[in-house]
Nanobody, 123 residues
């Protein structure tokens, strides 16, 4: 069983900062790309940022210049540093990881999701 556990969400004022963390655990052979997604009420989940194992990054245009994604391959952890937060950033944030495991003698590679963490930006 592969598990992704998120932390770092909460309530901040406009202009404030938060740092999200997501740690992957289980009988893992390798973790490939990792990313952060968010979901606004009544809207589909959308990409915020992702990062390859060697550190190449991709950002949604709405967050580029304000958010920074990074990872620690020893700890199998991905981070999202969020600065200059605005009310329109309010959403549930989910982490995602492309994970490979051995199942008997076969190899399985699948996407896994964290439990979600609420980020609220308000006065």
């Amino acid at each position: 069983q592969v598990q992704l556990v998120e932390s770092g969400g909460g309530l901040v004022q406009p202009g404030g900062s938060l740092r999200l963390s997501c740690t992957t655990s289980g009988s893992i052979f390798s973790v490939y790309s990792m990313g952060w997604y968010r979901q606004f009420p009544g809207r589909p989940r959308e990409l915020v940022a992702d990062i390859t194992r060697v550190g190449s990054t991709n950002y949604a245009s709405s967050v580029e210049g304000r958010f920074t994604i990074s990872r620690d391959n020893v700890k199998n952890t991905v981070y999202l540093q969020m600065n200059s937060l605005q009310p329109e950033d309010t959403a549930v944030y989910y982490c995602n990881a492309d994970v490979g495991i051995f199942f008997g003698s076969s190899y399985k590679r699948s996407n896994y999701w964290g439990q979600g963490t609420q980020v609220t930006v308000s006065s």
